[in-house]
Protein backbone atom coordinates (compact mmCIF):
# COMPACT_ATOMS: atom_id res chain seq x y z
CA UNK A 1 0.00 0.00 0.00
CA UNK A 2 1.45 3.65 -0.95
CA UNK A 3 2.15 6.04 1.62
CA UNK A 4 2.87 9.78 1.49
CA UNK A 5 3.66 11.82 4.19
CA UNK A 6 4.01 15.71 4.27
CA UNK A 7 5.90 17.52 7.03
CA UNK A 8 7.10 21.15 7.43
CA UNK A 9 4.19 23.06 6.84
CA UNK A 10 4.08 26.00 9.29
CA UNK A 11 3.18 29.62 10.08
CA UNK A 12 5.94 32.50 8.58
CA UNK A 13 5.70 36.22 8.09
CA UNK A 14 5.66 37.26 4.13
CA UNK A 15 9.08 36.84 2.85
CA UNK A 16 10.38 34.01 4.84
CA UNK A 17 10.55 30.29 3.41
CA UNK A 18 9.55 26.99 4.30
CA UNK A 19 10.56 23.79 3.40
CA UNK A 20 8.36 20.66 3.29
CA UNK A 21 8.91 17.31 2.69
CA UNK A 22 7.19 14.09 1.35
CA UNK A 23 8.11 10.18 2.29
CA UNK A 24 6.90 7.40 -0.17
CA UNK A 25 6.43 4.20 0.84
CA UNK A 26 4.77 1.08 -0.20
CA UNK A 27 5.48 1.51 -4.06
CA UNK A 28 8.00 -0.42 -6.84
CA UNK A 29 7.69 1.79 -9.89
CA UNK A 30 10.62 2.47 -11.23
CA UNK A 31 9.56 5.52 -13.06
CA UNK A 32 7.25 7.50 -11.27
CA UNK A 33 6.55 11.50 -10.77
CA UNK A 34 6.10 13.10 -7.52
CA UNK A 35 3.99 16.24 -7.51
CA UNK A 36 3.11 19.19 -5.35
CA UNK A 37 -0.25 20.48 -5.36
CA UNK A 38 -2.05 23.44 -2.70
CA UNK A 39 -5.67 24.02 -2.28
CA UNK A 40 -6.78 27.42 -0.16
CA UNK A 41 -9.98 27.79 1.35
CA UNK A 42 -12.96 27.81 -1.43
CA UNK A 43 -10.48 27.62 -4.51
CA UNK A 44 -9.60 24.48 -7.11
CA UNK A 45 -6.55 22.19 -6.11
CA UNK A 46 -3.59 23.40 -8.25
CA UNK A 47 -0.28 22.60 -9.54
CA UNK A 48 2.88 23.89 -7.74
CA UNK A 49 5.73 21.55 -9.03
CA UNK A 50 6.74 18.18 -9.83
CA UNK A 51 9.84 16.30 -10.58
CA UNK A 52 10.12 12.85 -11.92
CA UNK A 53 12.24 9.93 -10.64
CA UNK A 54 15.20 10.85 -13.40
CA UNK A 55 15.18 14.58 -11.83
CA UNK A 56 13.19 16.25 -14.84
CA UNK A 57 11.15 19.03 -12.98
CA UNK A 58 8.88 21.96 -13.56
CA UNK A 59 5.99 24.21 -12.00
CA UNK A 60 3.66 26.40 -12.02
CA UNK A 61 4.23 30.01 -13.02
CA UNK A 62 3.13 31.92 -9.76
CA UNK A 63 5.64 30.00 -7.93
CA UNK A 64 8.74 30.50 -10.60
CA UNK A 65 11.63 31.78 -9.00
CA UNK A 66 10.37 31.00 -5.54
CA UNK A 67 9.60 27.68 -4.97
CA UNK A 68 12.45 24.74 -5.81
CA UNK A 69 11.59 21.08 -6.06
CA UNK A 70 14.06 18.20 -5.33
CA UNK A 71 14.33 14.98 -4.10
CA UNK A 72 16.45 12.12 -2.34
CA UNK A 73 15.83 8.75 -4.39
CA UNK A 74 17.75 6.59 -1.37
CA UNK A 75 15.15 8.41 1.35
CA UNK A 76 12.32 8.40 -1.21
CA UNK A 77 11.74 11.54 0.18
CA UNK A 78 10.24 14.83 -2.59
CA UNK A 79 10.96 18.25 -1.20
CA UNK A 80 9.82 21.49 -1.90
CA UNK A 81 11.76 25.00 -1.17
CA UNK A 82 9.80 27.71 -0.58
CA UNK A 83 11.38 31.22 -0.41
CA UNK A 84 9.74 35.14 -0.47
CA UNK A 85 6.71 33.70 0.68
CA UNK A 86 3.29 35.41 0.32
CA UNK A 87 0.13 35.71 1.74
CA UNK A 88 -1.45 34.31 -1.44
CA UNK A 89 0.58 30.97 -0.93
CA UNK A 90 -1.24 30.25 2.00
CA UNK A 91 -3.05 26.84 1.56
CA UNK A 92 -3.00 22.98 2.56
CA UNK A 93 -0.35 21.61 0.08
CA UNK A 94 -0.23 17.91 -1.26
CA UNK A 95 2.07 15.39 -1.88
CA UNK A 96 1.04 13.35 -5.14
CA UNK A 97 2.56 10.12 -6.80
CA UNK A 98 2.04 8.23 -9.81
CA UNK A 99 3.61 6.53 -11.92
CA UNK A 100 5.15 7.43 -15.18
CA UNK A 101 7.64 9.83 -16.63
CA UNK A 102 5.46 12.62 -18.22
CA UNK A 103 5.31 15.47 -15.97
CA UNK A 104 1.69 15.56 -15.49
CA UNK A 105 -0.04 19.00 -13.77
CA UNK A 106 -3.10 17.99 -13.40
CA UNK A 107 -4.75 16.57 -9.96
CA UNK A 108 -7.18 13.83 -11.39
CA UNK A 109 -3.62 12.72 -13.27
CA UNK A 110 -2.25 11.19 -9.98
CA UNK A 111 -3.08 8.61 -7.86
CA UNK A 112 -1.88 8.51 -4.60
CA UNK A 113 -2.11 11.49 -2.09
CA UNK A 114 -0.78 12.71 1.12
CA UNK A 115 -2.55 14.14 3.95
CA UNK A 116 -1.53 17.42 3.66
CA UNK A 117 0.07 20.15 5.89
CA UNK A 118 -0.63 23.39 5.99
CA UNK A 119 1.50 26.40 5.07
CA UNK A 120 0.44 29.99 6.44
CA UNK A 121 1.82 32.93 5.35
CA UNK A 122 1.18 36.50 7.34
CA UNK A 123 1.14 40.05 6.04
Known amino acids: QVHLVESGGGLVQAGGSLRLSCEGSGHTFRNYIMGWFRQAPGKEREFVAA???????TSADSVKGRFTISKDNAKNTVYLQMDSLKPEDTAVYYCALREGAVLFIQSRQYDYWGQGTQVTVSS
Open 51 to 57: ITWSGRS
